[in-house]
């Protein structure tokens, strides 16, 4: 998975943490057993823009279910356009722990949340 990480501004607190780039590109893969005992591979790309500690939007596209994430520190929304569907929960108020939550409650994976 390629992400890239900038700098905090020479302003910036001394602890503070990275952030990703607006739209940081992310490419990542999964792989599956299939019935055959033969395992498929799936491959997703995601354009991810964060702001900490509570803003967060990623555009998944690939060999997976696409769809839109949206997180504004209260709130999360996933829209998926193929099916014309979405859905909106409350979420924890920071990107730390709403990733987790999203990927206990609702099953979306994060690939790069352990640098995000």
């Not at 905090?8 to 590109?25: E, I, Y």
């Not at 709130?75 to 859905?87: G, R």
């Amino acid at each position: 998975m390629a992400m890239a990480i900038m700098a905090p501004p020479a302003d910036a607190a001394p602890n503070a943490v990275p952030t990703a780039k607006p739209a940081t590109p992310a490419a990542s893969s999964e792989e599956v057993p299939a019935k055959t005992g033969q395992f498929l591979t799936f491959f997703a790309d995601s354009k991810i823009a964060l702001e900490r500690p509570n803003k967060l939007h990623a555009n998944v596209t690939g060999d997976v279910p696409n769809f839109h994430f949206y997180y504004d520190g209260s709130k999360v929304s996933a829209f998926d356009p193929e099916k014309n569907v979405y859905a909106v929960s409350n979420a924890p108020g920071t990107i730390d722990e709403m990733l987790p939550f999203m990927m206990k409650k609702a099953g979306i994976q994060f690939p790069a949340a352990d640098i995000l």
